[in-house]
């Protein structure tokens, strides 16, 4: 009898209609140095930590060129290269960096086409699985900006596209240009701006990856409802934050990030847990 590994515990999700993932994905913004900026401070950790993942059933991983800059894509490559069949690698294009805590928009089509050739070379792929426009550009026609990554699909070197930070209009103007297959917003138990587009994901059956999808601060507080249901199933309120996150909505894929293996195994555990109807009213009054 085989074991469904962990990650897999709260299902899976097809995305763009031919990659199969498991539910619970790894974000690997923090496995970069303080700020996201330069190399972790045990490499061998942060790839140890990548291998776990997979270990665990974990086969969507998401990333950014804008890492480091580049030190996630370098290291994901180093851990898992040549990768397991059913590995998903969904990189971002369209931030640089200008240091620890520094993101800039740059949505030019010669700069998103630069950053994409960059993530192929570091990831050492041939095609990106899913590669996501990091966020609009003001100054660039949206369109502009994704016609680049359209020519980049036509030629091969990507195989689905999505997009990070957008809003239902936008997502909305790209579906009519070209196929999307998942969004990316930030959205937790505790910041939900990003609900109307979570809606839209759900009418079109596109995956939602939230990030920073962890509670924090005060929903964390002793006694508090996140403590409460915690207690009840003798968890961390941050598995419960993210068991949250999966019964949320069927098409929801967190992809919670860290450079700890104790707080990976954390994670993906909350893929097992299921809330109660109870649990679900404590949390209602968050």
């Known amino acids: 009898m085989t074991t469904s590994p962990p990650a ?17 994905g790894f974000g690997a913004m923090r496995i970069t140095g303080k700020g996201v900026w330069g190399e972790p401070p045990d490499r061998e950790r942060a790839k140890a930590v990548l291998r ?39 990189t971002k294009g369209g931030l640089t960096r200008s240091g620890p805590g520094g993101w800039h928009r740059d ?22 699985d899913v590669y996501q426009l990091h ?14 990554l359209v020519r980049l699909r036509e030629q091969g070197k990507i195989r689905h596209l999505a997009l ?21 917003s930030r959205y937790s138990l505790d910041h939900r701006p990003a609900e ?15 990030w920073y999808p962890l509670a924090a601060g005060d929903l964390c507080q002793p006694g508090g409802p996140l403590d409460t249901v915690a207690k009840r199933h003798g968890a961390t309120p941050s ?14 894929l967190p992809i ?15 893929a097992a847990l299921r809330l109660t109807e109870e649990d679900l009213e404590t949390l209602a009054r968050l």
């Open 8 to 24: 897999r515990a709260a299902g899976t999700f097809l995305l763009g209609g031919d990659l199969l993932v498991a539910r619970m």
């Open 52 to 90: 776990r993942a997979v270990e665990l059933g974990v086969n969507l991983i998401d990333t950014a060129d804008s890492y480091g800059p580049e030190v996630s894509e370098r290291l994901i490559a180093e851990a898992l290269h040549p990768y397991p069949p059913g590995l998903v690698i969904a």
């Open 107 to 128: 949505g030019r089509p010669e700069y998103l086409v630069a950053a994409c050739e960059g993530s192929l070379r570091r990831l050492r792929l041939a095609r990106i």
């Open 135 to 148: 966020a609009v550009d003001s100054k660039v026609p949206f369109l502009d900006s994704l016609g680049a």
């Open 164 to 184: 990070s930070n957008v809003t239902v209009e936008q997502l909305a103007e790209a579906r009519r240009v070209v196929p999307i297959v998942s969004v990316q």
């Open 196 to 210: 109307p587009v979570l809606e839209a994901c759900e009418r079109a059956g596109l995956g939602f990856l939230p």
């Open 239 to 252: 598995r419960v934050a993210l068991a949250w996150l999966l019964q949320r909505s069927p098409v929801m």
């Open 256 to 270: 919670p990030g860290t450079s700890s293996l104790e707080h990976l195994e954390e994670n993906v555990a909350a």
